[in-house]
């Protein structure tokens, strides 16, 4: 394996280290897919984000423990997915802490599982891949893009506790163990986001409405549809805060109020630059098919390194975009009535002159590294069940090819797990 070098070099932000932010305020990076932090109070302290694992939160809380023996007397949650809410447990130690969430607090994760019939079995393993849940690290699973790719599983999602306070007005203030914050709602990545402003240290605690990566407007997992300019107005309601240190959910914090200017408009404007150019498309009745392959973020923005695809990607976001505003159908009258996958194989096949003149043409697609193009002439093969076992063997090789040259890591790690799933099809 020889993956990206940028998306290996991106594994420099998950280092693990509890960093002092401001007098009293911690930062835990690098022990979890995300980051804890704790702010210490006259008589407690506040406790924002649990992690997605028990242990995570055990090796974090150990590390502030280090630091103050006060109680951890209220957990924040930013957002109600998983990797934020369940280590809440670990942090509760043996008393029942307050836990304050969103009045909307509910993962779209749930929204998924709780539809009926629920595909949850589809959105688990797609999640894993995804994730690249049993792929070897370092060599296969390099990073999870905004997180370490050699985190603890023990207890994943055990440690959830309810929110016992949920916040209900756009701006609430609250002051516990002596800390005033400001709790903000910011709808973004997820509509349940809050974000904390600690206006006496000008710190701002941003949930997943940043990262360092173009942010992940749709998840490959599966995901209902992310409200693109929601996201957009809650950058610049962030960036109203003008904060000294931004603290996120995930990657390292940003430290400077020039600096956050920079990288929360340098954000919002990749949203709406990938907005505008989709819809500018769209009403010349361009399809997702072509839109996917057209809009980019321009040099000036595709540069910076807080917006590299690491985990969002731009032709997966104006796909969702599309997908999200006018539905499935691209406007072309020929995918009204598609041939199935079988029968668009049998045809295309016997076009390319048979299955055998087809598995030369895959060949040489492999030799001339055209790694989508064998991908897709396999597929044809399998679909039409001839040559299944050389189409299936070239398509695996292919997969690895294409997570090598991939700097998505949620792409290289969904191609490698599909690559062993199908390899294991073959035994
Ligand atoms: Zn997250």
């Known amino acids: 394996m020889n993956p990206n070098p940028e998306l290996v070099a991106q594994s420099q932000q998950f280092e693990k280290q509890v960093i002092e932010l401001a007098p009293g305020v911690y930062g835990a990076v690098g022990f979890a897919a995300s980051n804890v932090y704790m702010l210490i109070g006259d008589d407690g302290a506040v406790i924002i984000d649990t992690t997605e694992t028990t242990k995570a939160a055990e090796n974090i809380k150990a590390e502030f423990r280090k630091i103050t023996d006060k109680p951890f007397t209220t957990i924040i949650y930013t957002h109600s997915h998983r990797d934020h ?44 891949r995804q994730f690249g849940m049993s792929l070897s690290f370092p060599d296969e699973r390099v990073n999870l893009g905004i997180g370490p790719g050699d985190r603890p599983m023990e207890g994943m999602g055990a440690g959830f506790m309810a929110p016992t306070l949920h916040i209900t007005d756009d701006k609430t203030t609250i002051t516990r163990a002596g800390i005033t914050l400001e709790l903000v709602k910011a709808p973004g990545e997820t509509p349940d986001h809050i974000v904390v402003w600690l206006k006496d240290k000008e710190v701002l605690f941003s949930g997943d409405n940043f990262y360092s990566s173009f942010p992940n407007l749709y998840a490959i997992r599966g995901t209902p549809y992310r409200d693109f300019n929601a996201w957009a107005d809650t950058l610049d309601l962030l960036l109203g805060f003008n904060a000294k240190v931004l603290a996120p959910g995930h990657t390292m914090p940003v430290i400077g109020a020039d600096k956050i200017t920079g ?79 079988q029968q668009r194989a049998d045809k295309t096949i016997r076009l390319a002159g048979g299955a055998d003149s087809m598995l030369v043409s895959v060949k040489k697609a492999a030799q001339d590294n055209d790694h989508q193009w064998v991908l897709e002439l396999t597929d044809h093969l399998i679909a039409a069940d001839k040559h299944t076992r050389d189409a299936k063997t070239m398509k695996v090789a292919a997969l690895r090819a294409l997570a090598d040259t991939e700097i998505n890591a949620t792409g290289r790690n969904y191609y490698l797990l599909s690559a062993k799933e199908l390899e294991d099809t073959l035994d």
């Open 85 to 128: 809410i369940s280590g809440a447990t670990v942090f509760a130690e043996e008393g029942q802490p307050e836990i304050i969430a969103s009045d909307n607090f509910e993962s779209d994760l749930v929204v998924i599982e709780q539809r009926h019939p629920a595909p949850g079995k589809a959105l688990m393993a797609r999640t894993k």
């Open 263 to 341: 990288v929360l408009s340098d954000y919002r404007d990749a949203i709406k630059h990938v907005v505008s150019q989709t819809v500018e498309g769209m009403n010349k009745q361009l399809g997702p098919d072509v839109l996917a392959h057209s809009v980019s973020l321009p040099d000036s923005l595709a540069n910076k390194p807080h917006l590299k695809e690491f985990y969002g990607k731009v032709s997966w976001s104006v796909r969702a975009y599309f997908a999200g505003t006018l539905g499935w159908f691209d406007g072309n009258p020929t995918n009204l009535g598609s041939l199935s996958p």
